[in-house]
């Protein structure tokens, strides 16, 4: 069991490495989003071949066997192969990487490593408790729900050793009621901060198919690692052109664009639900925003700042807003918001040209561990 053990941890370790060293093309790809499940995520690694040695038949021809005297001469093959022509079918497998699941834990962690994120501080002034059951040992006494079989059958046998009863011919190990053994717990008590993530994202006719799958693909990885951080954690998604309602995560990213863009609605919802929901000496709120940087005005970019400025920064443990680049946004926002937030470290701002930028951006937003 040992060797196992040992083979295990020595593959997993190669798994983790082949996970590494290919992160960053499976963040731009977005490929390992469709592979989700509850707690763990499908990766597909390249094939990993293990050296062995092969046993065949002696003098089956070929370079170096059968009979030969020093000096005869090679003799050249017909050159007939087992290929087929091009577009004929053939009847070989091919080859496809290995599939191998991994907790979303497993892949914060090769995330942080890679990208050097810090552990976030909770900024909450209050904890929650939570319980868990530590198994600390073996005692003779407890419920048939956490009897110990190996440790009972180690004792029996000890005990008919030592009274002489054990008959190697007949090697029959009966447990009577003083062999029984039980796994003994205590139970701890865990402090831990919940937080909540407030998603918002323009829907507006400038933000297209392409821009909403980088949107897509970030925040998978900003769930993924917050998730590792926090032990009680939800999400909220607002979506927002003229106006903003609060979607399901279905609808905020299947959402069709249509219409203007008024950024201030989607803030006025997110400090509605961050007042009413999550009282921010309790909670750690993240919200992100996520837009091509139009808005309908100056007016409504003044807005923004100072519902930014007065309720959502101060309650906030930092504001993230992510510019994806679009043909048709201007991109004035970010620009708005550098000047207005300048110096301030509650405000991250990060420019998204494309897939491959989204790696730069995700340590944009979590790379201060706030």
């Not at 996520?290 to 309908?296: I, P, V, Y």
Request: charge should be neutral; proline fraction near 5%; aromatic fraction near 10%.
């Amino acid at each position: 069991m040992q060797r196992i053990d040992s083979d295990h941890r020595r593959f997993r370790e190669i798994v983790r490495g082949r996970i590494r060293k290919n992160l960053k093309k499976y963040i731009s790809n977005g490929e390992l989003i469709g592979r989700q499940g509850k707690d763990l995520v499908s990766v597909p690694v390249p094939q990993i071949d293990l050296p062995r040695f092969k046993f065949g038949q002696r003098e089956n021809g070929g370079m170096g066997q059968g009979d030969g005297q020093p000096g005869d001469q090679i003799q050249q093959g017909d050159g007939q192969g087992q290929g087929q022509s091009p577009g004929e079918a053939g009847d070989s497998p091919g080859e496809h990487p290995l599939e191998v699941e991994v907790s979303l834990d497993d892949l914060a962690q090769i995330l942080g490593e890679e990208l050097e994120l810090p552990n976030i501080e909770p900024k909450g002034k209050k904890k929650f408790e939570s319980y868990s059951r530590k198994y600390t040992g073996i005692r003779p006494v407890g419920p048939n729900s956490l009897r110990n079989f190996k440790r009972t059958y180690q004792q029996a046998l000890r005990r008919q050793l030592i009274s002489g009863v054990y008959d190697p011919k007949r090697p029959t190990i009966v447990p009577i009621r003083a062999d029984m053994r039980f796994r003994s717990f205590k139970e701890e008590t865990k402090p831990h901060h919940n937080a909540v993530i407030i998603y918002m994202m323009d829907v507006s006719g400038s933000m297209g198919d392409e821009q909403k799958e980088i949107v897509r693909i970030e925040s998978f990885w900003l769930d993924t690692w917050l998730r590792s951080q926090y032990k009680g954690i939800e999400s909220r998604y607002i979506i927002h052109d003229a106006s903003a309602r609060e979607v399901d995560r279905d609808t905020f990213f299947r959402t069709k664009e249509s219409g203007g863009t008024m950024i201030s609605s989607a803030y006025k919802l997110c400090w509605e639900i961050m007042n009413n929901e999550y009282p921010p000496g309790e909670w750690n709120i993240y919200p992100f925003h996520f837009s091509d940087g139009d808005n309908w005005s100056a007016d409504d970019t003044m807005s923004c700042v100072k519902l930014l400025r007065d309720h959502i920064v101060p309650s906030s443990n930092v504001f993230s807003y992510g510019q994806v680049e679009s043909p048709y946004g201007s991109g004035q926002f970010i620009k708005d918001l550098r000047v207005h937030f300048r110096g301030d470290d509650q405000v991250i701002t990060s420019e998204i040209k494309n897939k491959d930028a989204i790696v730069g951006s995700i340590k944009d937003f979590l790379g201060k561990g706030k």
